[in-house]
């Protein structure tokens, strides 16, 4: 069976992880785990990604891994580790271990930031019903078809952006299907 999870890291963690895997920096704390999260599977197994600094970081750059863990029966502190990667000098990408028979894989990726810019449009027009105008079906007002009735029909009009804030990263799939989206439209970034 193959396991894949996808770990999204706050752009300024990522940045910094990936810098301190690229370069030497004598602020790392020597033997120290600079980074470390957990991505649970479906299974019940666990991979830790970790960025683990060197004895001396001021010479060598940070590293990186994957630790695949099982929990001990129902204790939810105690596990046991089963495989690691090997050591990595790359900290965004995938992470891919096998075992038992499992393919289990993170992919960790720098989360961005999704932004809702709401756009007021004026039109003024001697028209009462603009669905007289341009269509009762909502396929009618589009962008595209609003801006030419605004140039080059029986209206005249304008837009401002009146408002841009972040979406929180739970609410970004409805945002998307709340617009016609089948919400994968940011999958990919």
């Not at 970081?57 to 891994?65: A, I, L, M, N, V």
């Not at 630790?67 to 790359?90: F, H, I, K, Q, W």
């Not at 998307?176 to 940011?186: A, E, H, P, V």
């Amino acid at each position: 069976m193959i396991y894949r999870r996808k770990l999204k890291v706050p752009s300024h963690i990522a940045d910094e992880m990936t810098r301190i895997v690229n370069e030497a920096d004598s602020s790392v704390k020597g033997g120290g785990v600079e980074y470390c999260e957990d991505v649970l599977f479906d299974d019940g197994r666990f991979m830790t990604i970790q960025v683990c600094a060197s004895e001396n970081p001021s010479e060598e750059s940070c590293w990186t891994q994957g630790v695949l863990y099982e929990r001990s029966g129902n204790d939810p502190v105690v596990a046991y580790e089963l495989t690691c990667t090997d050591v990595g000098d790359s900290f965004l990408g995938e992470y891919h271990l096998d075992y038992d028979g499992n393919e289990y894989i993170v992919e960790v990726v720098k989360e961005k930031k999704i932004f809702k810019h709401t756009v007021t449009v004026t039109i003024l027009s001697e028209e009462e019903n603009l669905e007289r105008e341009l269509g009762p079906d909502e396929g009618y007002w589009t962008l595209e078809n609003l801006g030419a009735y605004m140039t080059h029909g029986e209206g005249i009009g304008t837009y401002e952006l009146t408002k841009t804030e972040i979406v929180p990263n739970d609410e970004i799939e409805a945002e998307l299907f709340r617009i016609g989206n089948d919400g994968t439209f940011f999958d990919d970034f």
